[in-house]
Antibody, heavy 120, light 109 residues
Framework: EEQLLESGGGLVQPGGSLRLSCVASGLTFSGYGMSWVRQAPGKGLEWVSAILGSGDSTYYANSVKGRFTISRDNSKNTMYLQMNSLRAEDTAEYFC?????????????WGQGTLVTVSS | QAVVTQEPSLTVSPGGTVTLTCGSSTGAVTSRHYPYWFQQKPGQVPRTLIYDVSDKHSWTPARFSGSLLGGKAALTLSGAQPEDEAEYYCSLFYSGVGIFGGGTKLTVL
């Protein structure tokens, strides 16, 4: 059974950094594009970033470009989101999602999420 | 950056039919925007219902269908059930960058 498990969330001060991880199991990880989607408390979904299965191409929402970096280690079945210069508005549940194929990053299946709180 | 628009709220009677739409500020939605539809119930993780305009996930009930309609992506629910009450989001892609709509709160009443 395919599973996506996020970790790394927590409380961080404004201006701080955090690295999220998403470990995939039950699938050939390198064969799938992956993405991060977030949801602020009581708000809608916001697409954050995506990476192709090969890791060659990455994409970012304007709201995080220059501050967040997505990456993956296919040997460890793991995707990362390095978040720097965090702001209060980055407070959200962060979901890891798997695409349908190596070049498809749109969310096809979802992890359970990890909560990031940016506050002093 | 494009803006993706959805109806904020809709109501459907049990057994009734309702269509939710997903529009783009850049013009007509096409298959190249890879429209997806997601369902989220309170306190739950979103789940994907429809991908690439009209293809269904393995768990998507047959009463849900996707299409392109009048320059927008559309999600039609035929024969609404009480358990279909939820928030529905669409997403569109623009050269690899995804944008979600604001969501439609669907009430079955």
């Amino acid at each position: 059974e395919e599973q996506l498990l996020e970790s790394g969330g927590g409380l961080v001060q404004p201006g701080g950094s955090l690295r999220l991880s998403c470990v995939a199991s039950g699938l050939t990880f390198s064969g799938y594009g992956m993405s991060w989607v977030r949801q602020a408390p009581g708000k809608g979904l916001e697409w954050v970033s995506a990476i192709l299965g090969s890791g060659d191409s990455t994409y970012y929402a304007n709201s995080v470009k220059g501050r967040f970096t997505i990456s993956r280690d296919n040997s460890k079945n793991t995707m990362y989101l390095q978040m720097n210069s965090l702001r209060a508005e980055d407070t959200a549940e962060y979901f890891c999602a798997k695409g349908r194929g190596i070049s498809a990053t749109a969310p096809y299946s979802w992890g359970q999420g990890t909560l990031v709180t940016v506050s002093s | 950056q494009a803006v993706v628009t959805q109806e904020p709220s809709l109501t459907v009677s049990p057994g009734g039919t309702v269509t939710l739409t997903c529009g783009s500020s850049t013009g007509a939605v096409t298959s190249r925007h890879y429209p997806y539809w997601f369902q989220q119930k309170p306190g739950q993780v979103p789940r994907t219902l429809i991908y690439d305009v009209s293809d269904k996930h393995s768990w998507t009930p047959a009463r849900f269908s996707g299409s392109l309609l009048g320059g927008k992506a559309a999600l039609t629910l035929s024969g609404a059930q009480p358990e279909d009450e939820a928030e529905y989001y669409c997403s569109l892609f623009y050269s690899g960058v995804g944008i979600f709509g604001g969501g439609t709160k669907l009430t079955v009443l």
